[in-house]
């Protein structure tokens, strides 16, 4: 029996932070742009505000956003993705195709 | 303030499903080509064995995998990626391209 190359732990690591629940979602929502923090409450509404502040806090840690926060009354926060971030879209992007080839439209599902 | 578009639901499924703990250790894997569980195992040490069935097992539900058992002494299981599951390289490998990219090598990180 053959042995198989080891999966890189790089990857592993990567596929993992990006697919932890809500990060995709909030990187995908990023990629448009920079939101505010109700912007992305919104595009994403399953989403609790204790779960999105953890993983915007978790994904600045991990260097894909960066959190602005403008002096305006009522203050402004204002979270925007890094070049790291960035360049995960190619990635994201794929996923998507991929996704839109193969996973059911929820109208389709519920109906099933 | 404009509202966001919002995050494509099938788009939201299919990230979070590769990147469910230790699923894209496992696609990756098998992009190289059917392998034996002994050799998924190899491939991925960190992995439990009780991880690795119910894993296996959630890709063959998905659609992702199938099973083959060969009648041969001991009995062979094999595990091959469907059509739907090779269609992934293009995510899996953008990645991995990513995480060269991005994601600092373990020996640099040990020694951090």
Known sequence: MEPLPLVCSRYHAAVEL??????GAILRALL???ARYAQLREAIP???????????????TEGLLTRHVAADAPVRVEY?????????????MAIADWAT???P????????
């Open 18 to 23: 990006i697919g932890r629940r809500w990060n």
């Open 32 to 34: 448009d742009g920079p």
């Open 46 to 60: 399953q989403i609790s505000d204790r779960m999105l502040s953890e993983r915007l806090r978790e994904l600045e």
């Open 80 to 92: 925007q993705l890094t070049g790291k971030g960035r360049d995960l879209e190619k990635a994201i």
């Open 101 to 103: 080839r193969y996973v």
């Open 105 to 112: 439209a929820p109208a389709l599902r519920d109906s099933a």
